[in-house]
C-alpha cells in the first residue's frame, strides 16, 4: 500500500498515539502529525508550581477492560494506581460524596427536597414515555426534584443551553451516573433494599494522567513511529491511490491510508474532493464546547483532602474544581504548596474567555465562597483555553452529524476516530479502545476493512 508511509495519523490524542503505535506493532509504517508541542491531547499533563496537573479532572475508568489494562500496565509498570474515589458534588447548600452514600443523602440534604426525591421514585415509571430531549430523560430516570437541583444546571453550565434544547442520546451516554441517582433515591423511598455506596474507583498514573499518553507515545517512538510535532494539518486530498496531507509550514506527507482525530467539522473544510455543500453546511452546524482550565497555586499545604468538587451552583460558572496531587499516592508531589483546577465550559464569545488571569482567579475565589468550601491562599495563577471540548448535543444534531458521517465514511482511504473525529463523547479507555479496532480492520495487504470497521463502530454507538 501507499507510497512514502503506509498510515499517516493526525492527532496525536489518546486515540492517535494508540492507533499509531498499534499500527507500527503491526509492521506498518506510520507518520503521526500532531498541531501541538507535544503530545497526548487532552489526555495530557501540564506542570504548574512544580505539580503535574491534568487538563480538568482526568481518570481512568475502571471499567477498563482487563486486556486494554494489561497493556498498559505492561507500559507502566506500577505507576497505574488503583485508587479510590474522594469526591463530592454540591446539592443545594450541602456537599456529598461521590459516589453518593444513601446515609449521607438522608441526612445531609432538607427533608422538603428529599420527600420529593422519595416521592419521584414511587412514580418514575409513570413518567416514562416522550423521552426527546436531555431534560425528559433525565427527569424520567430520576425525577423532576434532582433534575431541578442537579442535572438541569450542570447541563446549562456544561453546554451553555438548557436541558430542553439537548438531545436525549446525551442523556443515554450518561446512565451509569443517572443510575446512581437512582438507587440513592429509592433507597431514600425506602422501595428497594439500602445500597450503601455505587460502585468506586479509577485507575490513576503516579505521575498525573499525562504519563499514560507519554507512555503510549514511547511506545509507538520504540515501535518506529515517527512523531512530527508542531505538525497543523491544513489540507487532505484524496487520490486514487494514494492521500496527500499538508501541514502549515508546507510539509507534505503521502501515504496509502489516513486515521483522522481531527474534528469532522475541520476534515470536512480541509478535505479535497470537498464535500457537497449540504454536507459542509451541516459541519459548519456541528459545534463544540470550549473550556477554561483556571489553575490556582495554593500555598501551605494540600487545599482538601478530596480528589474533586462538582459545582452545579448557577450562580458561578465554574463546574468543577480538582486538585491533582489528591488524585495518586505519588510522594513526590510537595507538601507545601498545592494546585488547584477549576473548569469553566463556555463559548469562545462569552465574556469569560476574554477574562485575565487575575479576574479568573477572582472568579474562583467567588466560588469558594458561595459554596463553602475553604478559601486558597493564592500565590500564583495560570490558564489555559481549550477551544474544541465536548461535542453539544443539541436537539436535531443528529441529522447533521448522520449527514456528514455519511461524506466521512464514503471517502476512500480515510478513517475519521477518536472524540472530535466521531463527535462523540468518548472517554480515554473508549477513545483507546475504538484505535485497536481502527488498527485490526487494517488488512495484512494494507487494504481497510470498512466492514468490520462499521461493526466496531455500531459496537461502540451502543456502550
Ligand atoms: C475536562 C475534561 C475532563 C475529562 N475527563 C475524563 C476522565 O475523567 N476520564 C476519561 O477517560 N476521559 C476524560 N475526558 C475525555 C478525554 O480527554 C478524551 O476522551 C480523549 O482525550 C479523547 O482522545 P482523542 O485522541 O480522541 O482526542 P484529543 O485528546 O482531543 O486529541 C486530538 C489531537 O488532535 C490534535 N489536532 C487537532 N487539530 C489538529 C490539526 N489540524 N493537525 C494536527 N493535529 C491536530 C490535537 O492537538 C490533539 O492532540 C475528559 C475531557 C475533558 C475535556
Known amino acids: 500500500m501507499g507510497t512514502s508511509h503506509d498510515l499517516i495519523v493526525i492527532g496525536a490524542g489518546p486515540a492517535g498515539l494508540v492507533a499509531a503505535w498499534r499500527a507500527a506493532q503491526r509492521g506498518f509504517k506510520v507518520t503521526l502529525l500532531e498541531r501541538a508541542d507535544h503530545v497526548g491531547g487532552m ?14 479532572s482526568h481518570r481512568l475508568d475502571r471499567a477498563t477492560p482487563e486486556g486494554l489494562l494489561r497493556d ?6 506500577d505507576d497505574l494506581q488503583l485508587r479510590t474515589r474522594s469526591s463530592r458534588i454540591r446539592v443545594g ?32 415509571s409513570f413518567r416514562r414515555g416522550s423521552e426527546e430531549s436531555y431534560a425528559s430523560v433525565v427527569q424520567s430516570r430520576v425525577g423532576p426534584a434532582l433534575y431541578e437541583s442537579v442535572y438541569g444546571p450542570l447541563a446549562q453550565k456544561q453546554w451553555g443551553m438548557p436541558g430542553e434544547n439537548i438531545s436525549a442520546e446525551q442523556a443515554y451516554r450518561q446512565s451509569a451516573r443517572l443510575s446512581a441517582w437512582k438507587v440513592a433515591g429509592r433507597a431514600v423511598g425506602r422501595l428497594r433494599r439500602k445500597k450503601q455506596q455505587t460502585a468506586s474507583g ?54 496509502g491510508l489516513v486515521f483522522s482525530t481531527l474534528p469532522l467539522p475541520v476534515l470536512a473544510r480541509i478535505s479535497r474532493p470537498a464535500p457537497s455543500l449540504t454536507s459542509i453546511e451541516s459541519a459548519a452546524r456541528l459545534r463544540y464546547r ?7 497555586v495554593h ?12 459545582i452545579p451552583d448557577p450562580r458561578t460558572p465554574v463546574l468543577r474544581i480538582s486538585e491533582p496531587a489528591n488524585y495518586r499516592d505519588n510522594p513526590a508531589d510537595p507538601d507545601d504548596h498545592s494546585v488547584l483546577c477549576a473548569e469553566i465550559p463556555c463559548s469562545m464569545t462569552d465574556e469569560v474567555w476574554g477574562l485575565d488571569d487575575e479576574s479568573l482567579a477572582d472568579l474562583v475565589d467567588e466560588t469558594l465562597g458561595l459554596t463553602g468550601l475553604p478559601s486558597v491562599n493564592r500565590v500564583h495563577v495560570e490558564t489555559r483555553r481549550l477551544g474544541q471540548v465536548y461535542p453539544i448535543y443539541r436537539l436535531g444534531y443528529e441529522n447533521d452529524l448522520a449527514e456528514v458521517d455519511a461524506w466521512a465514511r464514503m471517502i476512500r482511504r480515510i478513517v475519521t ?20 479496532d481502527a488498527v485490526d480492520a487494517i488488512r495484512d495487504d494494507g487494504r481497510f476493512d470498512r466492514y468490520a470497521w462499521t461493526v466496531a463502530r455500531e459496537r461502540f454507538s451502543r456502550s
Open 43 to 56: 489526555g495530557a499533563s501540564v506542570e504548574v508550581a512544580g505539580i503535574r496537573c491534568d487538563q480538568g
Open 72 to 77: 498498559l500496565r505492561t507500559l507502566m509498570g
Open 93 to 124: 447548600d450541602q456537599w456529598l460524596s461521590l459516589p453518593l452514600r444513601v446515609d449521607e443523602v438522608a441526612r445531609r440534604l432538607p427533608a422538603s427536597l428529599l420527600a420529593r426525591i422519595a416521592k419521584d421514585s414511587t412514580t418514575m
Open 202 to 255: 479509577y485507575y490513576y498514573p503516579r505521575n498525573g494522567f499525562g504519563e499514560l499518553v507519554e507512555a503510549l507515545a514511547n511506545a509507538a517512538v520504540d515501535s518506529g513511529v515517527d512523531i512530527r510535532l508542531e505538525a497543523e494539518v491544513d489540507r487532505v486530498r484524496v487520490y486514487e491511490d494514494e492521500v496527500e496531507v499538508g501541514t502549515q509550514d508546507g510539509d507534505v506527507v503521502t501515504g
Open 290 to 296: 470550549a473550556m477554561l482550565l483556571v489553575y490556582v
Open 299 to 310: 500555598e501551605g499545604g494540600r487545599w482538601s483532602r478530596y480528589d474533586s468538587h462538582d
Open 417 to 436: 476516530l477518536g472524540r472530535q473525529g466521531l463527535f462523540i463523547f468518548d472517554n480515554v479507555h473508549q477513545a483507546l479502545l475504538m484505535a485497536y
